[in-house]
């Protein structure tokens, strides 16, 4: 008997000792699938009459309000993305 629990108690160190020695999960970072966006710069028309000034504000209105959606895009895609990693 005695031996009988001598060799389960061998049995049992060795597998606390192997638990111990486990490694550290690896953190693997995932890259952020989000849409990219258009750079957001000035432009420079060139402007000699009136209606090429309407027309430089439109364009530039215009590409405004798409820099301002792509934008609010790319950060509700980071935040969804951050909320998941969260978890």
Not at 53 to 71: F, K
């Amino acid at each position: 008997m005695h031996l009988k629990n001598t060799k389960i108690g061998l049995i049992l160190l060795c597998l606390m000792m192997l638990s111990a020695c486990s490694s550290a999960p690896k953190i693997i970072k995932q890259p952020i699938l989000c849409p990219t966006a258009a750079e957001c710069g000035q432009i420079s028309p060139q402007i000699r009459t009136n209606g090429e000034l309407a027309e430089a504000y439109q364009q530039t209105q215009h590409r405004l309000n798409l820099c301002v959606i792509e934008n609010d895009s790319l950060k509700k895609c980071i935040e969804e993305f951050n909320k998941e990693t969260a978890k």
